[in-house]
């Protein structure tokens, strides 16, 4: 039995979620095209015969800016302690610049193979590619290199080979049936976050997260969290349209989640600050 942790490394926005979900056969991690999006680690965990393989989804590496952004690039920071292995993801569609090689360069020096994934090649030109994977392997010395498109799913059983490969013979760390480690009200409330990020835009994205206050056998009740008044007011929308939209947009992947029918409930709140209030962000797990 092959199992082990491989840690997903990348700049915000180059689609790491989404090849974490790809790679995990559903979804783990919520996705969306606004950075910071992913705020905490999630395990991936992609099971088979005769392996189990977990992917360690990370925030993207950045400068912390506030007690949030700063406890996300700790997570960063402490995940590389203990892995098996390193997938590096880039974007076929975007230069390889100076914060790919910022990224390279830190998990290049950790000592295990990094495996290059780089991302988004779809509807891309062949010559395109191949110019973005001479960039990619000029990056250090990896193990391997796949171009790969999380949404269209080219590449992705090639790269899972891959990763599976490198993990060392070890026990299920996780039992065979589950996907994630995170608890059912996270990703409830993860779902509920997805759906307000793709609805808002601007600095509103940054400042909305959301927590279930209670899940009964057929009821769930959440709550979106903001910082001031007039982000309540977007969140709300007019005559409560945006929170309903929120909620019509969430309740069909809650219930395919929880395997059963339920009424969501969502209520909108300000908590100002929230983002820089260590008490707020232990309760929240972030």
């Known amino acids: ?8 490394a990348g700049r915000p926005n180059v689609g790491k979620s989404t090849l974490v ?44 800016l506030d007690a949030l952004t700063e406890r996300m690039q700790k997570t960063v920071n402490n995940a590389f302690e203990d892995v098996d292995a390193v997938m590096l993801v880039l974007s076929a569609r975007e230069r390889i610049g100076a914060g790919d090689r910022f990224i390279a360069s830190r998990v290049f020096e950790l000592g295990v193979p990094v495996v290059i994934a780089l991302n988004k090649v779809d509807r891309l030109k062949g010559g395109h590619i191949a110019q973005q994977m001479t960039a990619a392997a000029r990056l250090g010395n990896f193990h391997a290199l796949h171009p790969v498109s999380a949404k269209t799913g080219d590449g992705i059983p090639d790269l899972r080979r891959e990763l599976i490969a490198l993990l060392p013979e070890g026990p299920l760390y996780f039992p065979a049936d589950q996907r994630t480690d995170l608890t059912v009200e996270t990703q409830i409330a993860e779902l509920v976050r997805e759906k307000a990020l793709q609805l808002t835009r601007d600095e509103v994205p940054h400042a909305i997260t959301a927590e279930v206050e ?23 929308g007019k005559n409560g349209a ?3 939209d929120i909620g019509v947009r969430a309740r069909p992947e809650i ?27 232990e309760r929240l797990g972030l």
């Open 255 to 281: 219930e395919a989640l929880l395997g059963h029918p339920v009424f969501l409930e969502l209520f909108v709140k300000v908590r100002p600050r929230w983002r820089r209030d260590e008490a707020t962000l």
């Open 21 to 64: 979900n790809a790679l995990a056969g559903g979804k783990v991690a919520i996705v969306s095209d606004k950075p910071q999006t992913t705020r905490r680690r999630i395990f991936g965990i992609d099971n088979g015969d005769d392996h189990q393989l977990v992917l360690v989804d990370l925030p993207g590496f950045q400068r912390p």
């Open 214 to 236: 209670e899940l009964g056998d057929k009821f769930v009740r959440a709550v979106i969290l903001v910082e001031t008044d007039s982000q309540k007011q977007i969140l709300v």
């Open 242 to 244: 945006m929170v309903k």
């Open 1 to 8: 039995m092959k199992s082990g942790f491989v840690a997903v």
